[in-house]
């Protein structure tokens, strides 16, 4: 039996995202373990099972309008949506091959009548290039959502919410690939030695304009450097780098992560403190302990301690109070679909209805721990605001305790100071503002 090409490997992983109703990158990993290919293969497979799923709505549109009505089996399906996003999106690959590719595998898979229909309605697309420019009838909402593929109730709710402009600029973003950013140890290095360590390994880098530890990376495998097991620099999201100024915890201090793993803004923590005080870093998952612990030690950190446990469950643990609180709570994550595209069509409204309800739960239940004249820092990777600036609001409305804290602009850099809102105490950051991922901070300070 051949060996099974990269469009063949991309087909059996998206085959069982949809059988298995799993995720995507969980699947890839386990086939990419398992299948022994170069890394052009890897990176072919990884692309063409990203991008089909990324892009599917667009594909299903345009396949609709050549199959029509027709019953296709999931698999047949799935090789033509492949196939498309090969002609449409992948420029460096033939569109004759991409055909030929196709047709190939349909006959060693299904049978001639397969293999023959496959091949027609490929023709059919290439002789129809004006197909990818056809807009579904209907609203703005449903042309957007087609173009840009993104479920159209999602598109409809930031339309009320952001406006037709920013709704297209967060779509497109999102369908972008995401760069690379990687955070300096300080603990170990100073930014500019490792930037220049970097470019002597002959990577591309520049400085971040968000966040003062950032850097950003252009092209080669971050995490497999010596540099990175070494322990010089943490793989980060530059908008994730910003919860750290917003918590702005001093040299020993005392410092509660409530839902920690896998610990990427903890050690950010240790390090903005000098690796002294005393951080407690907690996650409900037992596996990721380890994560947490495997990156402090990497890091040369040595002030956190690592527990498991559910958040809601950390005050009757006796742990004391804190002088920050940092509660990155679990959300529907739409800030980072183009690092997760199977999230935008996984999610429901129900979704974010539940969550905002959790991340409430949470909110009350850690504020007690922190302690007077102490702040408690909300963050979240989504830019639904049901799940941010509504859940903090009620939150500060039913607590008098706590003040929304406007200080939190003199702690973040000047380049988001205009996407936080008119209380100065949060900020929501769309994925098109920086190329970076949505996300939401706000900081509530206990009256002392």
């Not at 596996?287 to 612990?293: D, P, V």
Request: glycine share 8%; net charge neutral; proline share 5%.
């Amino acid at each position: 039996m051949a060996k099974k090409g990269a469009r063949e490997i991309a087909l059996d992983v998206l085959n069982r995202v949809e059988e298995h109703k799993s995720y995507s990158n969980l699947e890839l990993r386990n086939v990419l373990d398992r299948a022994e290919l170069s890394a052009a293969d890897s990176a072919l497979v990884t692309e063409l099972v990203y991008g089909t799923i990324q892009r599917r709505l667009t594909l299903d549109f345009v396949l609709s309008q050549f199959v029509g009505g027709k019953k296709v089996q999931t698999w047949v399906r799935n090789l033509l949506l492949i196939s498309l996003y090969q002609i449409r999106f992948l420029d460096r690959i033939p569109e004759r091959a991409a055909v030929h590719e196709a047709v190939e595998i349909a006959k060693r898979r299904g049978h001639q009548g397969i293999a023959s229909m496959v091949n027609g309605v490929l023709r059919n697309v290439l002789r129809q290039p004006d197909v990818w420019e056809r807009l579904p009838k209907g609203d703005v909402a449903a042309q957007i959502a087609v173009t840009h593929s993104h479920p159209e109730w999602l598109v409809r709710q930031w339309l009320q919410q952001y406006g037709e402009e920013a709704t297209r600029a967060i779509c497109e973003a999102n369908n972008r690939p995401p760069h690379t950013s990687i955070r300096v140890n300080p603990l170990k290095i100073s930014k500019d030695e490792l930037m220049a360590k970097l470019r002597e390994e002959g990577s591309e880098v520049r400085p971040s304009a968000l966040c003062e530890q950032g850097i950003l990376l252009d092209g080669g495998h971050a995490a497999g450097t010596r540099l990175f097991k070494e322990g010089y620099y943490t793989l980060q999201d530059e908008s994730s780098m910003l919860v750290a100024s917003a918590v702005a915890p001093q040299p020993g201090m005392r410092v509660l992560d409530a839902c920690a793993a896998p610990g990427g803004k903890t050690t950010h923590l240790a390090e903005v403190m000098g690796n002294r005080g005393e951080i407690i870093a907690n996650d409900v998952h037992p596996h990721k302990r380890e994560l947490i612990a495997a990156s402090a030690k990497r890091l040369g950190i040595t002030i956190i301690e690592p527990i498991v446990g559910d958040a809601l469950d950390l005050p009757e643990r006796g742990l004391g109070t804190f002088d920050r609180v940092l509660l990155d709570a679990p959300c529907t994550g739409f800030g980072v679909i183009r690092r997760k595209p199977d999230l935008k069509w996984n999610k429901s409204q129900a979704d974010v209805r539940a969550i905002s309800q959790l991340q409430y739960q949470l909110l009350v239940s850690l504020s007690g721990m922190v302690a007077p004249g102490g702040t408690l820092v909300y963050s979240t990777c989504t830019i639904e605001p049901k799940e941010n600036e509504e859940v903090v609001r009620r939150f500060a409305d039913k607590h008098p305790e706590f003040v929304l804290d406007a200080t939190l602009q003199g702690d973040l850099p000047v380049a988001v100071r205009d996407k936080m809102d008119e209380s100065g105490a949060f900020v929501q950051i769309l994925p098109h503002h920086f190329e970076s991922d949505g996300f939401f901070i706000a900081r509530l300070r206990r009256k002392g």
